[in-house]
């Protein structure tokens, strides 16, 4: 089983910036995709940005230019850098990993808890 754990966050000034991370551990395991999405009160979990094993990047429309996604594969480490924050991205975001147990040659997705982003007007 692979266990993520997030950090960052918090509470921010719209215009400010944050940092998020989400490592992942366990045994055996290879990273595909690392992802971050997030939910609003009220409303559905949504995408806010991919990072694919060839490293190409994929983002919500509504933080491209201002979010960034970024891996390290030998922490086995995602990271997201969110800048020019607004009210609107005030929500509980949340680490996807998906992968393989190499013991197994079975795939997994993992999720984090949550960490929550609150950003103020």
């Known amino acids: 089983q692979v266990q993520l754990v997030e950090s960052g966050g918090g509470l921010v000034q719209a215009g400010g910036s944050l940092g998020l991370s989400c490592a992942a551990s366990?045994?055996?395991?290879?990273?595909?995709?690392m992802g971050w999405y997030r939910q609003a009160p009220g409303k559905q979990r949504e995408l806010v940005a991919l990072?694919?094993?060839?490293?190409?990047?994929i983002y919500a429309d509504n933080v491209k230019g201002r979010f960034t996604i970024a891996r390290d594969s030998t922490k086995n480490t995602a990271y997201l850098q969110m800048n020019s924050l607004k009210p609107e991205d005030t929500a509980v975001y949340y680490c996807?990993?998906?992968?393989?147990?190499?013991?197994?040659?079975?795939?997994?997705?993992?999720w984090g808890r949550g960490t929550q982003v609150t950003v103020s007007s």
């Open positions: 366990g045994n055996n395991f290879k990273i595909n995709d």
């Open positions: 990072i694919l094993s060839s490293g190409r990047t």
């Open positions: 996807n990993v998906i992968g393989t147990i190499t013991d197994w040659g079975r795939s997994f997705d993992s």
